[in-house]
């Protein structure tokens, strides 16, 4: 079974806090992504990479980067935390040129 | 992608058949349709996915109408374990990556 997994389940941080979110997946997949997910607003994309070191920017990558130094491991990085920055974030990974994507459990963030 | 329609709530009786339609009129020739669901607290799971023929797999069924412009997810016996957020999407296979966009899906209660 693939499995993807991701450094916390909660976590707490201040306002201007850098903030870093590991999501790690263990299929050897190419394609990995980034998502959050807030109330009424479903899924939407923030960044999202096709190779190491290699990253496309989602629908809402303000705010936010990224870091895919080794093919299983990518990081968002939240560089100055802002409380609209409170969210469920979701990791996901695929094998490239399958469209299957397989999510992890989810980082729910609370930006104080 | 274009754009999907599913009602956003809908109970269900355990042991019963659960329908869940999805609108995808602008669906075009290419395009497949995908059914995830996410269970509260957990990440999207993915159920199933097709193009024009009937699909079924150990989970579930996917029923798309002959014009392909909706389709019904069905869960022969639902359970409580089955309560969650369905969400159907339509894209088309790029052979590439892809994100994946979803709407706010139909969230499914089991009644005992």
């Known amino acids: 079974d693939v499995k993807v997994t991701q450094s916390s389940r909660y976590l707490v941080k201040r306002t201007g806090e850098k903030v870093f979110l590991e999501c790690v997946q263990d299929m050897d997949h190419e394609n990995m992504f980034w998502y959050r997910q807030d109330p009424g607003l479903g899924l939407r994309l923030i960044y999202f990479?096709?190779?190491?070191?290699?990253?496309e920017k989602g629908d809402i990558p303000e705010g936010y980067s990224v870091s895919r130094e080794k093919k299983e491991r990518f990081s968002l990085i939240l560089e100055s935390a802002s409380t609209n920055q409170t969210s469920m974030y979701l990791c996901?990974?695929?094998?490239?040129?399958?469209?299957?994507?397989?999510f992890g459990p989810g980082t729910r963030l609370l930006v104080l | 992608d274009a754009k999907t329609t599913q009602p956003p709530s809908m109970d269900c009786a355990e042991g019963r058949a659960a329908n869940l339609p999805c609108n995808h009129s602008?669906?075009?020739?290419?395009?497949?349709v995908y059914w995830y669901r996410q269970i509260h607290s957990q990440g999207p799971q993915y159920i199933i996915h097709g193009l024009k023929n009937n699909e079924t797999n150990e989970m579930a069924s996917l029923i798309i109408t002959e014009d392909r412009k909706s389709s019904t997810l069905i869960l022969p016996h639902a359970t409580l374990r089955d309560t969650a957020v369905y969400y159907c999407?339509?894209?088309?296979?790029?052979?590439?990556?892809?994100?994946?966009?979803f709407g706010t899906g139909t969230k499914l209660q089991v009644i005992p």
């Open positions: 999407i339509v894209r088309f296979h790029s052979g590439g990556y892809q994100k994946v966009t």
């Open positions: 996901a990974s695929q094998i490239g040129g399958r469209e299957t994507q397989y």
């Open positions: 602008t669906i075009s020739g290419n395009e497949y």
């Open positions: 990479s096709y190779d190491v070191k290699m990253k």
